[in-house]
C-alpha cells in the first residue's frame, strides 16, 4: 500500500476477498459537521480562525468545528457549536449528539464513543 501523509486515515476496520476499507479522518468530520447543522437550534459550527478566513473565501468547509479522533473502530468527536438564540442549549446539544453518533455509525460502521459539544455563541435573526 503506499504512503498517505497528506491525509490521516485510521486503519482499516473491514476487509474481505475483494480488499479492504479505508476512511479518511476528513470524511468522519464532514459527516459529523452536515449532521450537527441538520439540527433545528444549530445556527452554524463554530471554527477558528483558519475556518472564518476560508469561509470569506467562499470556500465551504464541512469539516469547520469538528475535531475526531479515531482509535481503531471508535471515534470520539468535539463539535464547536453555534446555536440559535431563543433555543435550549441542553436540548439542542441532546439532538445533536444523537444525530452526529448515529450518522457516523450507519455510514461508517465505527462505534461512536463520545459526541462532546463546545457552544461558542448564541446567533441572533440578526446575526444571520
Not at 475535531?67 to 468527536?77: F, R, T
Request: net charge negative; proline share 2%.
Amino acid at each position: 500500500m503506499e504512503e498517505r501523509e497528506e491525509k490521516r486515515i485510521h486503519g482499516s476496520y473491514e476487509k474481505n476477498q475483494n480488499g479492504e476499507l479505508i476512511i479518511a479522518d476528513d470524511v468522519i468530520a464532514i459527516i459529523a459537521g452536515i449532521s450537527a447543522t441538520e439540527v433545528p437550534g444549530v445556527a452554524s459550527m463554530a471554527g477558528g480562525w483558519s475556518g472564518e478566513i476560508i469561509a470569506r473565501m467562499g470556500i465551504r468547509d464541512l469539516s469547520k468545528g469538528v475535531k475526531i479522533e479515531v482509535d481503531g473502530e471508535q471515534v470520539s468527536v468535539l463539535l464547536s457549536l453555534n446555536v440559535k438564540y431563543g433555543y435550549s442549549i441542553p436540548e439542542v446539544s441532546a439532538d445533536v449528539q444523537e444525530k452526529v453518533a448515529q450518522a457516523i455509525e450507519s455510514m461508517t460502521g465505527l462505534r461512536v464513543l463520545d459526541v462532546n459539544i463546545r457552544i461558542a455563541g448564541v446567533v441572533t435573526s440578526e446575526d444571520e
